[in-house]
């Protein structure tokens, strides 16, 4: 059951940290709170497929992001900046979070 918890909270957490419009402070908690989660998972083969799976879904979004910035004219461009800026610090998080279960799973096997 607390799997299902954190991987559901790592969802939500993710999904707020993917709303433009939240606050620069808010953020810097969203995030140490999609941590403390990432933290309470262990390293199994499922948890890690998980986090794949979350990784990949980011990058096909910064994907997305940045051809939209490509073609995202003043005034919006700032906006769309940011909202790529905040995608990318997202992502190292979820590579991260890859990259820690990773190294769990190779420690118990």
Same mark, same amino acid.
């Given at each position: 059951?607390?799997?299902?918890?954190?991987?559901?909270?790592?969802?939500?957490?993710?999904?707020?940290?993917?709303?433009?419009?939240?606050?620069?402070?808010?953020?810097?908690?969203?995030?140490?709170?999609?941590?403390?989660?990432?933290?309470?998972?262990?390293?199994?083969?499922?948890?890690?497929?998980? @986090? #794949? /799976?979350?990784? $990949? +879904?980011?990058?096909?979004?910064? =994907?997305? !992001?940045?051809?939209?910035?490509?073609?995202?004219?003043?005034?919006?461009?700032?906006? @769309? #900046? /940011?909202?790529? $800026? +905040?995608?990318?610090?997202?992502? =190292?998080? !979820?590579?991260?979070?890859?990259?820690?279960?990773?190294?769990?799973?190779?420690?118990?096997?």
């Amino acid at each position: 059951m607390d799997r299902f918890v954190a991987r559901a909270n790592v969802d939500h957490y993710i999904g707020l940290l993917n709303d433009p419009g939240l606050a620069a402070e808010k953020r810097a908690t969203v995030m140490t709170l999609l941590m403390q989660e990432v933290d309470m998972l262990r390293g199994d083969f499922e948890q890690l497929e998980f @986090a #794949e /799976r979350k990784a $990949a +879904n980011g990058r096909d979004r910064l =994907h997305h !992001l940045r051809s939209e910035l490509d073609s995202t004219m003043e005034p919006h461009r700032a906006e @769309a #900046e /940011r909202v790529l $800026a +905040n995608a990318e610090a997202t992502q =190292h998080l !979820l590579e991260h979070f890859c990259h820690q279960l990773r190294n769990k799973v190779n420690n118990h096997h």
